[in-house]
């Protein structure tokens, strides 16, 4: 792998993980592995590193399972999007797809601001609504100068071709720990958000270990579509990749609109 490239994505885990550099030496040199099968698979990330306690012991985990008749309605501000282009920067982390993103891009929610700094997929999608789970979903992550977390998810339902996922879903890196950089080529966030910035809000975790919590989610609505070929394609990198859904621990999930 190109070394400062994964010298970066350590740097950009460390920065989601909130972690001091002890940590990031550990995530560079010895971190446990955990996946989504069998020993190392989610129902065992608690135990497989003290790091990871809050996977199992913390009462407002991601993803969940938004029940739509159970939502509060509530006066919330709304989602301003921000995003400018960046240069294709696409890595095989070894759990996901991921696109690191070029600075200068943000969301703000009255007066919260968050930089977006990546974002990738998991399949089936992790959050659902109803029971149902999406063919597909990506993880918009950002964060505010004061290190708190804010992650959109924009879920894919199978229908039409996805001309955002089309302009590089052919160059994903196949083997773990491959990244691609391609400063010629630009892509825009923007493009792949549904036209309605409705969204269910709640606080939840990183959906993967060491699923720190005190991550203000921020699910769109209304889905955008994914062709089954794209969704395919994606399945031959990572078959599964999504945490099941988590208890929700008397939490509130939030609603606007009318
Ligand atoms: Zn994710």
């Given at each position: 792998?190109?070394?400062?490239i994964g010298?970066?994505?350590?740097a ?12 990031t030496?550990l ?5 446990p592995?955990w ?8 129902e065992?990330w608690?135990?497989l ?5 809050t ?9 969940i ?15 301003v999007?921000n995003y400018?282009?960046s ?5 095989n982390n070894?759990h996901t797809?991921q ?9 703000t929610?009255?007066?919260?601001r ?5 974002f ?6 992790e959050?659902?609504?109803d029971?149902?789970e999406?063919?597909l979903?990506?993880?918009l ?5 004061d290190g708190?977390l ?6 894919f339902?199978?229908g039409?071709e996805n ?9 994903l890196?196949r083997e773990?720990?491959?990244?691609r950089a391609?400063?010629k080529?630009?892509i825009n966030?923007?493009?792949m958000?549904p ?6 809000t709640?606080?939840?975790s990183?959906t993967t270990p060491p699923?720190?919590e005190n ?6 609505k209304?889905p ?7 969704t395919?394609?994606?399945r031959?990198i990572?078959?599964?990749n999504n945490?099941?859904?988590?208890a929700?621990n008397g939490?509130k ?6």
């Amino acid at each position: 792998m190109d070394r400062k490239i994964g010298k970066r994505i350590v740097a950009i885990a460390a920065l989601l993980l909130g972690a001091s550099t002890a940590n990031t030496a550990l995530a560079a040199e010895g971190a446990p592995h955990w996946g989504y099968h069998g020993a190392e698979g989610a129902e065992k990330w608690g135990d497989l590193s003290k790091d990871f306690a809050t996977c199992k012991l913390g009462k407002e985990q991601s993803p969940i399972d938004i029940k739509s008749k159970e939502v509060e309605k509530a006066k919330l501000d709304k989602i301003v999007f921000n995003y400018q282009p960046s240069k294709l920067n696409i890595a095989n982390n070894g759990h996901t797809i991921q696109l690191d993103y070029d600075k200068g891009s943000s969301i703000t929610l009255g007066k919260d601001r968050y930089e977006l700094l990546q974002f990738h997929f998991h399949t089936p999608s992790e959050e659902e609504i109803d029971g149902k789970e999406f063919d597909l979903v990506a993880h918009l992550v950002h964060k505010s100068a004061d290190g708190k977390l804010a992650v959109v998810a924009v879920l894919f339902d199978r229908g039409e071709e996805n001309k955002a996922l089309k302009a590089y879903w052919d160059k994903l890196p196949r083997e773990s720990g491959e990244t691609r950089a391609l400063p010629k080529s630009q892509i825009n966030a923007a493009d792949m958000l549904p036209a309605s910035r409705d969204y269910y809000t709640f606080k939840g975790s990183l959906t993967t270990p060491p699923c720190s919590e005190n991550v203000r989610w921020l699910v769109l609505k209304n889905p955008v579509t994914v062709s089954k070929d794209q969704t395919t394609s994606f399945r031959k990198i990572y078959p599964l990749n999504n945490r099941p859904v988590q208890a929700l621990n008397g939490r509130k999930v939030q609603v606007g609109g009318d």
